[in-house]
T-cell receptor
């Protein structure tokens, strides 16, 4: 049981290049998320997928696109990378099942450290 | 989602108890309080969640007063490996999916 996995771990791009960050979870979770974290800052939500077949914008979606390929996989694409997109990217997933006793808990991947030159 | 306020940083020594307080004055009746921990170069991980009074697990305790306008995360006898950023979040129960809002958290540094 690997939890949430992300590839690649590190990536260096030149301005204008494109790339796709991959994320997969093996916990049969319904919801998946993409965050970015800049140095010394909290996490900011880029896009999320509340359930398979749906995606929605988060707080900072500009310059990104996402695909919920199936229930397990949620990818993040940078079409034309910019230096402002230099950050650490985290994927997360959550069960997102209605329950009376708790709020939803998110499980995070190890992150992808992206540098755009 | 209710806004939270917590100290930017705290320092401690190994073996001490650390208490991190979070203010959430606008907490709603159906909101839960959740704490996440983030080690350097890792994603955040859930550590504890509560609604009122006291919750304890193998990692930490969470104290919530009757008015629920604040909460305190207590880490007993910290070690160097507890050096991390701790995030306090408030969000509703009974919703299934929800978006989390992470602030800047509290950066805890544990020294020998």
């Amino acid at each position: 049981n690997a939890g949430v996995t992300q590839t690649p771990k590190f990536q260096v791009l030149k301005t204008g290049q494109s790339m796709t960050l991959q994320c997969a979870q093996d916990m049969n979770h319904n919801s998946m998320y993409w965050y970015r974290q800049d140095p010394g800052m909290g996490l900011r939500l880029i896009y999320y997928s509340a359930s398979e077949g749906t995606t929605d914008k988060g707080e900072v979606p500009n310059g990104y696109n996402v695909s919920r390929l199936n229930k397990r996989e949620f990818s993040l694409r940078l079409e034309s990378a910019a230096p402002s997109q230099t950050s650490v990217y985290f994927c997360a997933s959550s069960e997102a099942i209605l329950t009376l006793r708790r709020t939803d808990t998110q499980y995070f991947g190890p992150g992808t450290r992206l540098t755009v030159l | 989602l209710a806004k939270t306020t917590q100290p930017i940083s705290m320092d401690s020594y190994e073996g001490q108890e650390v208490n991190i307080t979070c203010s959430h004055n606008n907490i709603a009746t159906n909101d839960y309080i959740t704490w996440y921990q983030q080690f350097p170069s890792q994603g955040p991980r859930f550590i504890i969640q509560g609604y009122k009074t006291k919750v304890t697990n193998e990692v930490a305790s969470l104290f919530i007063p009757a008015d629920r306008k604040s909460s305190t995360l207590s880490l007993p006898r910290v070690s160097l490996s507890d050096t991390a950023v701790y995030y306090c979040l408030v969000g509703p129960m009974n919703t299934g999916f929800q978006k989390l809002v992470f602030g800047t958290g509290t950066r805890l540094l544990v020294s020998p």
